[in-house]
């Protein structure tokens, strides 16, 4: 089955957000929602969210799944904004848990913040599926870039979030704390191993060198065969190589600190204060 995708494109992130629709009825999912951020003022704006709202009620569209790659370091997820205009679930990897733990201690959360991933409605572990309508969804675990990252394979679309991007662009950075570029290289293998023509779709574009439009879709067999880092069959040593080399010279996210935050609850931010204030926290030289 070939679903019908519609991408959404945040210019202040880079981020595509995915609209996938089952091609012989309503019921559709949303991959990688975008909650618009301003880290200076600490404001936020639903204009991304909100553009998917308006395409899924001009099309009368039935919203079964909000579906979460990973846990995003580089924005805002809007799941729960979303269920609560459109309905449908909210699932991540189940891996989750080891995020949540780990970052839970970095932003000292203490133990009322819980760490079993009940934030989400789904948990998905490897070989798991699911339906969206008529449409067939599988579950790859694809760890690296972080250890709860999931590509949803639809039908002929696999979507892989930051596991790899466009081919000349290449692969995600894997220093994030639970990251691993051995992980990574494994990952890309997986997704790689899928059919030729499966259609892929990214979950960011930064326009490599030379490249004038943004773009998210390719396909597996030009991955395998054009892709910067790991096409043409690169060996994992030389892969993990360069990948920790390059990593090495890499800044933080601009808006790591609220996206960990807010994301390791599913979208939500965290609890307000006795005077129903809500703070984020700066953890120093704690990143």
């Known amino acids: 089955m070939t679903p019908i995708v519609t991408g959404f494109f945040d210019d202040a992130t880079n981020t595509i957000s995915y609209l996938v629709q ?3 009825g309503r019921a559709c999912a949303i991959v990688d929602s975008v909650l618009d951020f301003d880290y200076a003022s600490g404001r936020t704006d639903t204009r991304s969210a909100d553009s998917i709202i308006a ?13 979460e790659s990973h846990v995003h370091a580089d924005h ?13 679930k909210i699932g991540i990897g189940d891996r989750i848990q080891v995020v949540q733990d780990t ?91 899928l059919p030729d023509e499966t259609r892929i779709f990214v979950g960011h574009d930064y326009k490599a060198p030379g490249r004038e439009e943004y773009a998210w879709e390719t396909t597996v067999g030009e ?23 390059r990593d090495a010279t890499l800044s933080m996210p601009k808006l790591i600190i609220p996206s960990l935050q807010v994301n390791m609850r599913a979208g939500q931010m965290p609890p307000e204060d006795d005077d129903g204030k809500v703070f984020l926290k700066v953890p120093v030289n704690g990143l």
């Not at 395409?55 to 579906?67: C, F, T």
């Not at 805002?76 to 449908?88: I, K, N, R, V, W």
């Not at 203490?110 to 989400?120: A, L």
């Open 22 to 24: 089952d091609p012989s």
């Open 55 to 67: 395409h899924v009620k001009e099309h009368d569209l039935d919203v079964q799944w909000l579906l």
């Open 76 to 88: 805002l997820s809007a799941a729960p904004y979303l269920q609560e205009a459109l309905g449908g």
């Open 103 to 193: 970052f839970g201690k970095v932003f000292n959360e203490g133990t009322e913040f819980q760490r079993d991933g009940s934030q989400f409605d789904k948990l998905f572990t490897e070989g798991d599926s699911f339906h969206i309508g008529q449409m067939r969804a599988d579950v790859l675990h694809t760890p690296g870039h972080t250890p709860a990252c999931l590509t949803y394979v639809i039908g002929d679309a696999a979507f892989v979030g930051d596991t790899l991007f466009m081919p000349d662009f290449g692969t995600a950075r894997c220093d994030f704390p639970g990251g691993s570029s051995n992980q990574l290289y494994d990952s890309v293998q997986k997704i790689l191993a």
């Open 223 to 245: 991955q395998k065969a054009r892709n910067v880092h790991v096409g043409q069959g690169k060996s994992k040593d030389a892969f993990v190589e360069m990948r920790d080399a």
